[in-house]
């Protein structure tokens, strides 16, 4: 059986702020490039930093684009969200 959730739109600042409270440190939420027409960005990744002993770090490249090259996916056209809302597509769950 599939059960489809329903797609969600919350604030950036919220997805930041949760994670905040949970990890201790700044995350970068990431966005999908917005098309033309488009009103709410749909939410691609959200990624912690880490030091190089594997310590928890703030990312502090908030509010500048996902450098090009770098991440496991940069082909993918994301870029740190802008402060507003964001959809949360909806997921497809597959259960036995």
């Not at 950036?12 to 488009?38: N, T, W």
């Not at 090009?68 to 740190?80: C, E, F, I, Y």
């Amino acid at each position: 059986m599939v059960h489809h959730w329903p797609a969600t739109v919350c604030q950036v600042s919220d997805i930041r702020d949760a994670l905040v409270s949970m990890y201790k440190v700044v995350p970068k939420v990431q966005c999908f490039l917005l098309e033309k027409g488009q009103e709410v960005q749909l939410l691609g990744q959200m990624e912690l930093c880490f030091s190089k002993d594997l310590q928890l770090l703030n990312c502090t490249h908030a509010g500048e684009p996902a450098a090009r090259g770098q991440g496991a996916w940069p082909s993918l056209g994301l870029h740190v969200c802008e402060d507003g809302p964001v959809l949360y597509p909806p997921l497809d769950q597959t259960k036995l």
